[in-house]
């Protein structure tokens, strides 16, 4: 987050002592529609055909909209290649490679976590999602 001067332009004074977003504010900052893989029209087409098949068979939950998670990334990279990551089902738990920085358990597996967005990335500890803290630190046992 930056701050803008009164004629628009980054302050770049500012940048330093701009304060690092809570992760709620993080996740409502965010454009998820902008964490869609890009499709070709051909490959639109076949995409929209799996998630509606999908969601009639079950793999998919059928409310899911795909708002916290790049279901076209999913279809592209693992399903189109039949991949060992192709087997996500809504009773159990699709890969984290996928989930956009608005998911709950937006984690540092995602492909999403870089950059700016991966101080606001959880992480997995077996079965546990340890939340982020905002600012990249973790609290450390006692």
């Known amino acids: 987050m930056c701050t803008l001067d009164n004629d628009k332009k980054i302050n770049p004074d500012k940048i330093a002592s701009t304060p ?3 992760v ?14 890009k499709l070709s029209k051909e490959d639109e087409k076949e995409f929209e055909k799996w998630f509606i098949d999908s969601k009639h068979n079950g793999t998919i939950h059928p409310m899911d909209s795909g708002y916290d998670y790049d279901f076209r990334g999913y279809w592209k990279n693992e399903v189109q290649n039949n991949s060992k990551l192709a087997g996500g089902s809504a009773s159990a738990h699709f890969t984290d490679k996928y989930k956009k920085p608005n998911h709950a358990t937006f984690s540092n597996e995602s492909m999403y976590a870089t950059g700016n967005n991966a ?15 905002g600012n990249n630190e973790r609290k450390k046992r006692k």
């Open 24 to 37: 709620e504010d993080f996740k409502k900052s965010i454009n998820p529609n902008e964490y869609n893989t």
């Open 20 to 22: 690092t977003l809570t």
């Open 119 to 133: 101080k606001y990335a959880g992480y997995w500890k077996g079965e546990n999602f340890i939340k982020p803290t």
